[in-house]
T-cell receptor, first 111, second 112 residues
């Protein structure tokens, strides 16, 4: 069974600085998808970034980028130039037939 | 383009009752997935509907059931409610069963 582990329950970062959130997963499959979702206190889950496992190039979306290490089964999220609006729960998710989520990392951006 | 919507936003039920939660998928999407998110945890997959057929189910008992309609909207039904069913229920739609899922705002269910 696929599992997703986020080892950092909470993190904080100063506004304008860079922070990296960690995620590891376990699977025997070779073709799958990985996601980072953000859930602000308003509770709506918002897609941050998506990575296809068959692509070697790391995905980027503006200030958000990932470090995808397929052999190590690692998928970290880097947030550059952190903004107050980045404060939220961040969930790493693995999708093969269905989607499995990690327990989340609570990120606080401090002014 | 309308995003994913869910109703109601909040609901209070008592143990043993039945509840129906509703989800309207994003325009052009034919797949709906349902998740249960307990407080302080990540979402847990309940089931997925693809073109009106169940297309996968997580580790939830049969009292959790669903439907998808021809317009691809969906319902989640929970019978014989238990206290542990108290959670945020999230619906997500996608353009196909393995495509990116876009979430609705959720329904907060409290079982007393």
């Amino acid at each position: 069974a696929q599992t997703v582990t986020q080892s950092q329950p909470e993190m904080s970062v100063q506004e304008a600085e860079t922070v990296t959130l960690s995620c590891t997963y376990d699977t025997s499959e070779s073709n799958y998808y990985l996601f980072w979702y953000k859930q602000p206190p308003s509770r709506q889950m918002i897609l941050v970034i998506r990575q296809e496992a068959y692509k070697q190039q790391n995905a980027t979306e503006n200030r958000f980028s990932v470090n995808f290490q397929k052999a190590a089964k690692s998928f970290s999220l880097k947030i550059s130039d952190s903004q107050l609006g980045d404060t939220a729960m961040y969930f790493c998710a693995f999708m093969y037939n269905d989607m499995r989520f990690g327990a989340g990392t609570r990120l606080t951006v401090k002014p | 383009e309308t995003g994913v919507t869910q109703s109601p936003t909040h609901l209070i039920k008592t143990r043993g009752q039945q509840v129906t939660l509703r989800c309207s998928s994003q325009s052009g999407h034919n797949t709906v997935s349902w998740y249960q998110q307990a407080l302080g945890q990540g979402p847990q997959f309940i089931f997925q509907y693809y073109r009106e057929e169940e297309n996968g189910r997580g580790n939830f008992p049969p009292r959790f059931s669903g439907l998808q309609f021809p317009n691809y909207s969906s319902e989640l039904n929970v019978n014989a409610l238990e206290l542990d069913d108290s959670a945020l229920y999230l619906c997500a739609s996608s353009s196909d069963w393995q495509e990116t899922q876009y979430f609705g705002p959720g329904t907060r269910l409290l079982v007393l």
